[in-house]
């Protein structure tokens, strides 16, 4: 997805996640256990703020992670949207600054990291509604590539311990998009994805936005069609998760 697509994608959702707050913040948030829609604002309003600092000073450090406010509403969330959505927009994606990588890079990677962190607690606040929307399709294409390409090697780098219990190669299979289609396996601590229709000793097929949900623990895997070896999946995704 291209930045201009990330930028759409972080305020459609983040229009989303207001909207699911509503005036009550008191109601429980069923994917994230122990958490109340006030919980959730407060986490992710606070998150925007930050990689705003992070944007408009163009760190090269890790900032602070901003106070708690003294009020989280819906008007505190929907401020916080738009001033990191005019940050970005603002500084462009190949401005450079600090990463959750823990080094200086493009801005582009906050573009893609903000409206895939934004879409996953708007389907975390509107569970606590009532039924959730799926991701949408391309969205969830690109989250996957995040999460095999980027968040969970890096998790595997800094683990204290090589990972055991995954061994064996894992297909993906996103039915509603052509771009859907990875091959995993393990190698020490790295992770080898491919691209493509191959055959590996497990297959999970199912919508691109069930993938994604199911990878970030969201939904459970009865929500996908598994083949082969049943038991890999689940192992690979407790590896994977764990650091």
């Known amino acids: 997805m291209h930045p201009d697509d990330h930028l759409v994608a972080l305020r459609r959702e983040g229009a989303a996640i207001a909207a699911a707050l509503g005036h009550d913040l008191s109601a429980e948030v069923p994917s994230c256990p122990g958490w109340t829609l006030e919980t959730l604002a407060n986490h992710i309003g606070r998150v925007h703020r930050w990689v705003t600092v992070v944007i408009r000073s163009r760190a090269t450090e890790r900032p602070e992670f901003p106070p708690r ?3 989280v509403d819906h008007q ?4 916080g949207v738009a001033e990191l959505a005019a940050a970005l927009e603002e500084a462009g994606p190949e401005t450079e600054c600090w990463t959750l990588m823990g080094e200086v890079a493009q801005a582009r990677f906050w ?34 590539d995040e999460l095999l390409d ?8 800094l ?39 191959e055959k590996g000793d497990a297959a999970v097929r199912g919508t691109a936005s069930d993938l994604f949900l199911w990878l970030w623990g969201r939904v459970p895997a009865d929500r996908l069609e598994v083949f ?16």
């Open 69 to 71: 406010p003294p009020v």
């Open 76 to 79: 505190w969330f929907e401020e």
């Open 111 to 144: 573009f893609r990291r903000q409206a895939l962190e934004t879409v996953v607690h708007r389907w975390d606040a509107e569970g606590a509604r009532g039924e959730p929307a799926a991701v949408e399709t391309e969205l969830a294409v690109d989250g996957v």
């Open 150 to 157: 980027v968040i969970f090697p890096t998790g595997l780098k």
């Open 159 to 197: 683990a204290a311990e090589e990972p055991t219990g995954f061994d064996g190669t894992v297909h993906l299979h996103a039915t509603d998009s052509p771009h859907g289609e990875w091959l995993v396996r393990l190698d020490g601590r790295e992770l080898l994805v491919g691209h493509g229709h």
């Open 228 to 243: 082969g070896d049943e038991s890999l999946p689940s192992r690979m995704t407790q590896v994977l998760r764990a650091p």
